[in-house]
């Protein structure tokens, strides 16, 4: 008997990595190499090692960076010292953060102006966070930005302004966790402002949806990603909520084929950041392995575009 394969839509590259990545190749073409990136440009090492071929030069610090050189901010986002920084090195800057981050550093700044404390929901030292903390301008003293990373955070964090609170949430959060954590915040603070619209990323969450469809009919989920990338890892742990084991991997090598023998039908599915090359490899091979047909569950319906910043364009 055959293994059934079932490959989740949508998954893979959202538009903010297709921006990101487009903007250092851009950027590569324009100026030539080597083109500086601050962190990963996106949390997936085949990304990054091809990229890093193509002359792309990854570092931690402003401060690795030649004077006036070419550097490009990550599709997380970065603060506003940051900014600051590369102004003060005399570096020509370009900025691959995901319009949908964006938005979030605009509403910590809306806020901050309007005197209101902040929450931010996320988890410590991800990129996306301290750049969006590295947002909340000192514009009035009375503001101040305060993470929460899970319940018990949200039950016993204490803030100044109580009733003048607002929140703001990581992009590529589980949307059901922060459901539970919205709530507690609601409870305890009943006058706390929303968002004008979700902060969820529509390409988190619409990958999240397939994978609940994916668990319902498979008996194991690979989730293709790397293991810094936050939305790769809650859809593996969303999988296993569903009741599924998973595997979170950057590529075939890391499959074990002979306990893959024994499951009837295996899902597949791939985070925001990972190459659908990699999904066809390890598609390939597990069809070839274990005499597997593979079939599409659904379509991908997602048709957002992000534009270059218009130097690059």
Known sequence: MSTKILLANPRGFCAGVDRA????E??????GAPIYVRNEVVHNKTVVEE????GVVFVKELSEVP??????????????EVEQEAESLNLIAYDATCP?????HNEVQRHARAGRDILLIGHAGHPEVEGTMGRHFPLNTSSKIYLVQDQDEAESIQILQPDNLAYVTQTTLSLDDTQSIVSTLYRRFPNISKPKSNDICYATQNRQDA????????????????????????????AEKCGVP???????????????????SIGVTAGASAPESIVQEVISNLCSSLNATAKELGENKEDIFFKLPPELR
Request: net charge negative; glycine share 4%.
């Open 21 to 24: 990545i487009d903007v250092v």
């Open 26 to 31: 851009q950027a590569v073409k324009k100026f």
């Open 51 to 54: 990229l890093r071929s193509k």
């Open 67 to 80: 004077e006036s050189s070419h550097v490009i901010f990550s599709a997380h986002g970065v603060s506003a």
């Open 100 to 104: 949908l981050v964006t938005k979030v």
């Open 211 to 238: 994978v609940k469809q994916l668990a319902l009919e498979t008996d194991f989920i690979i989730v293709i990603g790397s293991s810094n990338s936050s939305n790769s890892n809650r859809l593996k742990e969303l």
């Open 246 to 264: 998973s595997v979170l991997i950057d590529g075939v090598e890391e499959l074990d084929f002979d306990d893959l023998t024994k499951y009837k």
